[in-house]
């Protein structure tokens, strides 16, 4: 039994479904159960991270685990309280997802979110992978809403480069370390196969759509009233606009083969990701949304 914490996430959710795929048997936690599709055959519990005593019952009978923790400035300690609850019920393997630059004193608070889980992680005495994921391509839906009321879409991080990394790639790295130790003991740096700016990423999702789409490059000095105005809560706008300087700055503009090694192929490019979900962008032609209402 395979357990999936955060299994209606991004991560989580393709995790679920390359495990089910492979035929392995697989329990979700989520928060409210009644409120999910998962395929068929796979178990779902309660886990609230509000109420650790959700955690242990998840954990029973369970071999292989996905810890998901609280990211962000809300974390409460819920990545060490999952790893005590997985010692007390026998667990034998657990994977992290951590993030990129963790720990990397650049990053001051935002770099910090994910040190105190990795840390409980490494202390277990359980197997253990962590992994630490670039950007994901699919941050590119956030583009969505601009581009369907004719916006540009905005970069918040100038002429900075990243390896986007599609999520599809970290869910089958996370999956090959829960099935096998093969991974033990090793944190994975999970990149995309080239570096790119906002801009290349908008001029790549244009040339697939056929469409020109056109970028505003908010100035540094006011990313934080930018995603203020957007609604985004202040402690969520301290972290993100520091992680937005370490990428538009160059700190972020390294590639590692840790997904090639683990999978066995290269990663897959922001372009065949966009390729894949030019679906979700059809609807978005100049700026009128066309199809059902």
Not at 5 to 31: F, H, M, N, P
Not at 164 to 191: C, E, K, Q, W, Y
Not at 226 to 254: D, K
């Amino acid at each position: 039994m395979i357990l999936i914490t955060g299994a209606t996430g991004t991560i989580g959710s393709d995790i679920v479904r390359q495990l089910v795929a492979e035929g392995l048997a697989v329990r979700a936690a989520t928060r409210d159960p009644e409120r999910t599709g998962f395929p068929a055959g796979v178990e779902v519990v309660r886990v609230d991270y509000r109420d650790p005593a959700t955690f242990a019952p998840a954990m029973t009978g369970v071999e292989a685990a996905f810890l998901v923790g609280i990211p962000g400035p809300d974390g409460t300690g819920t990545d060490a309280e999952l790893v005590g609850a997985a010692i007390e019920a026998g667990v034998r393997r657990v994977v992290k997802l951590s993030a990129v630059g963790t720990g990397d004193p650049r990053l001051g608070v935002p770099g910090a979110w994910h040190v105190p889980g990795e840390q409980a992680v490494r202390d277990s005495g359980l197997e253990w992978t962590i992994l630490r994921p670039n950007t994901f391509a699919s941050n590119t839906f956030s583009w969505i809403e601009p581009l369907r009321a004719g916006h540009p879409v905005p970069n918040l991080t100038g002429d900075g480069r990243q390896p986007v990394v599609d999520p599809r790639d970290v869910a089958a790295v996370a999956v090959t370390a829960l099935r096998s130790p093969a991974h033990a003991g090793r944190i994975l740096t999970l990149t995309g196969p080239e570096l790119l700016s906002g801009h290349e990423q908008a001029a790549v999702l244009a040339e697939i759509l056929g469409r020109p789409i056109e970028v505003t490059d908010i100035p540094e000095g006011d990313t934080r009233a930018f995603m203020t105005a957007a609604g985004l809560p202040p402690a969520f706008v301290e972290g993100a606009a520091v992680g937005q300087s370490f990428v538009r700055h160059g700190h972020n503009e390294t590639i590692t083969d840790d997904i090639e090694q683990a999978l066995g192929r290269p990663p897959r490019s922001y372009a065949a990701w966009v390729a894949d979900h030019r679906a979700a962008f059809a609807p978005v032609v100049a700026g009128v949304t066309s199809g059902p209402s």
